[in-house]
């Protein structure tokens, strides 16, 4: 290997003693590849195993913890036992390299658009109408708030049984605990709204009552991670700023969290500046780099795409997450260590069975493009991809074209 390049292959250890011998990790991605009760597929589980080598950390899409908390037809979730066998194997074919096995898992609030289809609720912190959703949004009772967190619970016991090396809490990109998190979205006036104190409590709940479980049901070490959007700013309409982030983000490296994981999207995003507060104009990611001060690793994401990106966000954080870039390139991290970084490819015209890259990424090309990593002509060969009949929601008779 290029010397330039040794450092994406130090190893590192997080806080409960696991070490990674490298820095590469697979971003959460849903690629609605599964059934339509939530468990995975051969297509699921063949797309692991293909990427196995891709990062010293692979992590799972968001799985959702409730049955009343989907967002899209056919994405996996790990609400009941049934979705034990799959995760299961999923997990070994995660594993099956020698990278450690992450479970995402979250609670989509108010997005859970499949499940105001087919249920007719979507919860969220408060009862709102926003313009952007067309169904509106149902405030969680104080039992609905608990079955939630216990939920998280329930999602580590089987993560555990299931093989996993620890999981992910998804508390970032607007789903239920970043609704929380948020002024936005958050307008309740008892304990779990209000101060940034109030507003950081759910996320804390679930952080505890993870741990607890973990502890309760293994004593091997577990890594427990935490994803965050850093900001949450669309135009005038302030959810929360870095400033609140550092708040929620010292509260969880203080509990002993085991690495952050920084949720930011678009071309060379990892870099991007803050908008506002305390920090504006600084990289959101080493401000938080620098307040974390080495007592858990920050996992930074957003456009990284190539061994020189690779190597310039290892400036900003630990490790360096590929979303998009592992989709189509999931061999970057090995070209890199084995000298062949001019084989490095984002263009897949006719490798899609050797990428084993399932129909069901059609439906989330929406996705792809908006990051912005991905060339037109691999968006095209996407969109060219054959989806079958029984592939077709039959509730409403959606189509993905
Ligand atoms: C198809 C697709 C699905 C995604 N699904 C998830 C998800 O399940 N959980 C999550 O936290 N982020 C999800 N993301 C965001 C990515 O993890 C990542 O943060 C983002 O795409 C930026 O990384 P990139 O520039 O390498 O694509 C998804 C992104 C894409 C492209």
Redesign the pocket.
Known sequence: MNSKYESLFSPLAFPNGVEVPGRFVM?????NSSNADGTVTDADIAYFKRRAKTGQLLIT??CYNDILAQWLDYQYGIFDDKHLPGMTEMAQAMKSEGAKAIM?V?HTGREASVTYRDYGVAYGPSSIQFPFLDYPVTGMSERKIHDVISFFGDATRRAIKAGFDGLEI?G??HYLIQQFFSTTSNKRTDRWGGSIENRAAFALAIFDEVKRVAKEETAEPFIVGY?ISPEEIHGSDVGYTLDDSLYLIEQLVSKGVDYIHS????VD?YKNKAEMGMYENQPINQVIKSAINKRCPLIV?????SADTALDALEYGDMV???????VEPDLAEKIRNDRIEEITLDIAGRLEELKIPYG?KT?RW??ES???LPQATLDVIDALEVPDHYIIASDQRTFN
């Open positions: 971003a959460p991605m849903v690629i899409a968001a995402q979250y998804h970032a990109n994803r949720s930011l999207w678009g995003s994401v957003g456009g990284i795409s997450a590929m979303a998009a870039a592992a989709i990424v989330v996705i792809l990051s912005g990593t």
